[in-house]
């Protein structure tokens, strides 16, 4: 087995390797991670067995603080692999890795994501049974809220009542592509309550929706006059619906409005998928609860799937 650096000219080969692996997402697509690639310095690898492909490793490298990142983009990386690939093989991964990085780049550290288990095609955790091997720490765990979709637990009282009061207020649920008027509402909903902006601008929410329209989408509740007062940025991908953004504004709070929103894509849109996940309700590596948010979720029955964070000394 042998490892190259990616470069462009290894795209196709990437990309074509991403949609065979058995725990990639369209996030470890090129044409996605490389939307910002002009805040990171791309160190990926791929790994070859002759001339063919059997392993991805997105990553990039902060130089400053001689530390790689799988990837620091992303909310999660880690090794991408196949169905074919064993723990043995896995761990010869790993090690080459850590020689390249420590070898090549003269990193002192490696931070691993690790791609949940809701997110696999078939089982895949020979990653964390590697990190192990390399005595790995944990140093940050986000508590994401997930529905099991074929065995929801029923929604809370506070939600049943917002969903009544939604629909009685005739309230018009589509699919849209308006998303300047959606990140208007989700930017002042993220300014005022937490003071922060969108990770992503409404430049490249366009641009990714443009490169991906299976995968990223937009549903919005409307009032009764046709304006936008709730949405939500969905990211689907094989067997999960992430929610990547939702928000509503102080009228569609006042009727319901996201409430509504999330019973009817949970319900009927995306009822045949494996996993609903709302995403992290964390902050400052899992430290921080935002016992709110959480309670938010939890009421449509998500329950905890964990987002770790390690780091190899290397």
Known sequence: MNIKPYTQDLEQQWNDFIR??????????????DYHSDRFVDCSLLFFDGNKVVACL???YDAEHFTVTSHGGLTYGGLLVSCKTSTRVVLEMFNLMVKYYRDVLSAKQLIYKPIPYIYHSYPSDEDLYALFRLNARLVGRGISSAILLNDRLPFTESRKCCIRKAKRENLIITETKDIRSFWLILSQVLKSRHNVSPVHSCEELEL??????????????YSKEGVIIAGAVLYITANTVHVQYMASNDEGVTMGALDFLMEHLISNVYSNFHYWDFGISTELGGLYLNEGLIFQKEGFGGRAVC?????IDL
């Not at 990714?208 to 509740?221: H, V």
């Not at 987002?307 to 780091?311: Q, R, S």
Request: hydrophobic share 35%.
């Open 20 to 33: 065979l692996s058995k725990n990639a997402t369209f996030l470890h697509d090129r044409r996605y991670m």
């Open 58 to 60: 997105p990553a990039s």
């Open 208 to 221: 990714l929706m443009n490169r991906f329209p299976n995968n990223i989408k937009l549903y919005a509740t």
């Open 307 to 311: 987002y770790d964070t390690y780091a």
